[in-house]
């Protein structure tokens, strides 16, 4: 079944990312990719349905001792408007393929195509009841699966804050929970890095999808000796950045999903500006008539950020970046270590003994080596420190959806020995 998803998602793609990109406003060029990695989702953990193995645990005396792995029952999964149909797929994938029911919460601004995805897993044979499509609202809809009885495991994606009250509410049922949550990746270019590559990779990593991921890089540590020149790389292809029409295939930002999102980032932004942050590219929505009253803003770039500031601190999930001074690498480890977060880091450089040392040091969950925000199904995903708790994606991401039980049988007739003299 997970297979036939994975193939009917794939001859959808045009609506369905269609339908995202009207919901979500993110550009239609991402929005496409982002339906085929959804199909990808159904294909991986189609694959592993049949292949997961528990194993025979050598142990003292005559015993067969062995494990199984059992779906831990019925799952609730809230997520967030960024991502609707990857999200709703990395939840709903894993937990058919562990063999759980399950209760799927879309954020009430993006339901559209979760709803549709539930229509295709019938059309593909799913029987009825395995997974329930909820659309509904955070406090009532959401809250009610995070503290039901009969909800075996929740499953969340979204805020800091709403995942402690997530977390909170387990707490009278020892619900199991997971959480992705925020993040405030730091991105290291390091004095030896390939400057025009590094320079793409800032970009995508913070202005794609208007920076409305929480894997995005809005701290960028640009080493001293390199920094003017970066810089001046940096601006001229950000203004070469298309801010636009989200339908429109060569548009490569659309708008903001929501206007609280908007309102988000125009108080970021004034708070760069009391903190002393030097404005240096957009800071304002785009002066263009087809995009007015439109939730779009431009690509900005703030320079000479202080690292305790609220601009480096906390996740403004838009496309603001904050330029960061960096000298030596014992200063940056604790820079880009100074955060509550820990979902995501990249770093910039020819040198791969410095890559891999750093790559050790920096306290994420995902660290990209001359690349940034790459994620696929089957390499695991999630937050060190206050980004979360537990892993998606791969491997692991399916055995959260499941219980290890250990059986023991004695092959030794005489039996426990314990009373015997
Ligand atoms: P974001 O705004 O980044 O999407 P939120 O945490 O606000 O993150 O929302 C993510 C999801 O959590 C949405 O589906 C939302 O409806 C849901 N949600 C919000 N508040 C609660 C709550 N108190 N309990 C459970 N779910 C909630
Ligand atoms: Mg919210």
Not at 189 to 209: E, H, K, M, Q, S
Not at 240 to 265: F, Y
Request: hydrophobic share 40%.
């Amino acid at each position: 079944i997970l297979l036939h998803v994975a193939d009917r998602i794939r001859s959808r793609i045009d609506e369905l990312a269609h339908l995202e990109t009207l919901d979500n406003g993110k550009a239609i060029r991402e929005t496409r990719a982002q339906v085929n990695a959804s199909a990808d989702y159904f294909e991986y953990y189609g694959g592993w349905a049949d292949k997961l193995e528990g194993h025979v645990v050598p142990v003292r005396g005559r015993f067969h001792t062995y494990t199984v792995y059992e779906p831990i029952g019925v799952c609730g999964q809230i997520i967030p408007w960024n991502s609707p149909l990857p999200q709703a797929a990395q939840k709903l994938a894993p937990a058919l393929a562990a063999g759980c029911t399950m209760i799927l919460k879309p954020a009430e601004q993006t339901p559209t195509t979760a709803l549709i995805l539930g229509e295709m897993l019938l059309e593909a044979g799913l029987p009825r009841g395995v997974v329930n499509i909820l659309p509904g609202f955070g406090p009532t809809a959401g809250a009610a699966l995070a503290s039901h009885p009969g909800i075996d495991k929740v499953a969340f994606t979204g805020e800091v804050g709403t995942g402690q009250e997530i977390l909170r509410a387990s707490v009278d049922n020892l619900t199991k929970v997971t959480l992705e949550l925020g993040g405030k990746a730091p991105n290291i270019v390091c004095d030896d890095a390939d400057l025009d590559a590094a320079v793409r990779g800032t970009l995508f990593g913070i202005f794609a999808g208007a920076g409305q991921y929480c894997d995005a890089g809005p701290r960028l540590f640009v080493h001293s000796k390199i920094r003017d020149v970066f810089v001046d790389k940096l601006l001229k292809m950000t203004q070469k950045i298309r801010v636009g029409d989200p339908l429109d295939p060569a548009t490569h930002v659309g708008s903001l999903t929501t206007q609280e999102q908007l309102e988000k980032v125009v108080r970021y932004v004034e708070h760069g500006q009391q903190e002393g942050a030097e404005l240096i590219a957009g800071g304002e929505q785009p002066d263009v008539p087809q995009l007015a009253g439109g939730y779009f803003y431009l690509p900005t770039i703030f320079d000479r950020v202080k690292p305790g500031t609220r601009l480096a601190q906390e996740e403004i999930f838009g496309p603001v970046l904050s330029l960061l001074d960096y000298d030596d690498d014992e200063q940056l480890v604790t820079d880009a270590n100074g955060t509550v977060y820990g979902l995501a880091a990249g770093i910039w450089t020819e040198d791969m003994r410095r890559a891999l040392t750093l790559a050790e040091r920096l306290k994420a969950g995902t660290v990209w080596i001359n690349t940034f925000r790459q994620t696929q199904i089957s390499a695991s995903f999630g937050g060190y420190k206050m980004s979360g708790i537990g892993r998606e994606k791969g491997l692991s991401g399916l055995e959260e959806y499941c219980e290890e039980k250990t059986v023991w049988v004695d092959l030794n007739d005489r039996g426990i020995g314990y009373f015997d003299d």
